[in-house]
């Protein structure tokens, strides 16, 4: 009964390719969110998601796409990969409502050569 | 949102209490006290969170300085498993609005046998 899922876990490709990862959350939140964990453990947000529309969008490059079919699903396309994008990559989800705790996948650990 | 300030890292023999503080002297009247933990290589794990009352839940208590400017979360009997990060995070909280984790460097505490 998982609660946060996050496909795939491990993801190795090389500079240049496009690549996407997918979320999905059986909670019934209708608020989701990707993050972003670099090598130094820093742990950002990127995009927020409520009910299939985009809440927060952080400073984040256009080469990364969320995409949001539902408000179970949150998907993360990332265009054009860089060194640089190499991170571990978590998605959350919540209740809308600030006070709200956030439930967070497992993390996709995406490694660009 | 305020910022915290935690000590990098704290030790713990297991079966003791474990006490991590977190400085916040900026805290603002609205603020909520959060803290949430990472254990290696997994998502971050709501704990609990608190605005001027002491809290307690299964995982953990919360105790808040009266003036509200630190605040120090008690695991009451440490095993194992609760070796993590821990991050403490101050954010006003708001209905209706997403919400934006803002994480810090966090203490990492290790428990040893």
């Known amino acids: 009964d998982t609660a946060v899922s996050q496909t795939p876990k491990y993801l190795v490709t090389q500079m240049g390719n496009d690549k996407s990862i997918k979320c999905e959350q059986n909670?019934?939140?209708?608020?989701m969110y990707w993050y972003k964990q670099d090598s130094k453990k820093f742990l950002k947000i990127m995009f927020s998601?409520?009910?299939?529309?985009?809440?927060i969008n952080e400073t984040v490059p256009n080469r990364f796409s969320p995409k949001s079919p539902d408000k179970a699903h949150l998907n993360l396309h990332i265009n054009s990969l860089e060194l640089g994008d190499s991170a571990v990559y978590f998605c959350a989800s919540s209740l809308l409502g600030d006070y709200n705790e956030q439930f967070f996948g497992p993390g996709t650990r995406l490694t660009v050569l | 949102d305020a910022k915290t300030t935690q000590p990098p890292s704290m030790d713990c023999a297991e079966g003791r209490a474990a006490n991590l503080p977190c400085n916040h002297s900026?805290?603002?009247?609205?603020?909520?006290v959060y803290w949430y933990r990472q254990i290696h290589s997994q998502g971050p794990q709501y704990i609990i969170h608190?605005?001027?009352n002491n809290e307690t839940n299964e995982m953990a208590s919360l105790i808040i300085t009266e003036d509200r400017k630190s605040s120090t979360l008690i695991l009451p009997h440490a095993t194992l498993r609760d070796t993590a990060v821990y991050y403490c995070?101050?954010?006003?909280?708001?209905?209706?609005?997403?919400?934006?984790?803002?994480f810090g460097t966090g203490t990492r505490l290790q428990v040893t046998l």
């Open positions: 900026t805290i603002s009247g609205n603020e909520y």
């Open positions: 909670l019934g939140h209708d608020t």
């Open positions: 995070i101050v954010r006003t909280s708001r209905a209706g609005t997403a919400s934006k984790l803002t």
């Open positions: 608190g605005l001027k």
């Open positions: 998601y409520n009910n299939k529309e985009l809440i």
